[in-house]
C-alpha cells in the first residue's frame, strides 16, 4: 500500500505561480497529475516515470513542469503562468509499469496495476 500526501496548492492571482509536491510513502514506477472541477471529469495533466520521462496534458504544455525526486520519493508540479481555467482540486497518482510502459492520460483508469491517489490540494487562480 501506497500513500500519497499533496501540498502546497492555495491561491494565486493569474499570471502566477505555484509548486504542488506529493510525498508518497513507498516506491512506484509510475506517477502523475490529475485535476478535477466539481461536476466535471478528473483530467490527467502530466506524468512521469522513475527514468524522468515526462508526458504533459495540451492545456498545460510549455506551463507545467513535472520533476521527481526519487530520493525522496516526492513529485512535484510546477505551475507557471496560471490562469483562472486551472482552478481546480490537484491530485497526484502512482502505479506500476505494465509491459515496460507508464500510463499516460485516461490508460490511468484502466491500467492493469494498482493504481493510488492522494486526497488532493486546491489551486484557486482569479483573474
Known amino acids: 500500500q501506497v500513500q500519497l500526501v499533496e501540498s502546497g496548492g492555495g491561491s494565486v492571482q493569474a499570471g502566477g505561480s505555484l509548486r504542488l509536491s506529493c510525498s508518497a510513502s513507498?516506491?512506484?514506477?509510475?506517477m502523475g497529475w490529475f485535476r478535477q472541477v466539481e461536476g466535471k471529469e478528473r483530467e490527467g495533466i502530466a506524468f512521469i516515470d522513475r527514468e524522468g520521462r515526462t508526458t504533459y496534458g495540451d492545456s498545460v504544455k510549455g506551463r507545467f513542469t513535472i520533476t521527481e525526486d526519487n530520493a525522496k520519493n516526492t513529485l512535484y508540479l510546477q505551475m507557471n503562468s496560471l490562469k483562472p481555467e486551472d482552478t481546480a482540486m490537484y491530485y497526484c497518482?502512482?502505479?506500476?509499469?505494465?509491459?515496460?510502459?507508464?500510463?499516460?492520460?485516461?490508460?490511468?483508469?484502466?491500467?492493469?496495476?494498482?493504481?493510488?491517489w492522494g486526497r488532493g490540494t486546491q489551486v484557486t487562480v482569479s483573474s
Open positions: 497518482a502512482a502505479s506500476g509499469m505494465w509491459n515496460g510502459d507508464c500510463p499516460t492520460g485516461v490508460m490511468w483508469y484502466k491500467w492493469p496495476r494498482k493504481t493510488y
Open positions: 513507498g516506491y512506484t514506477y509510475c
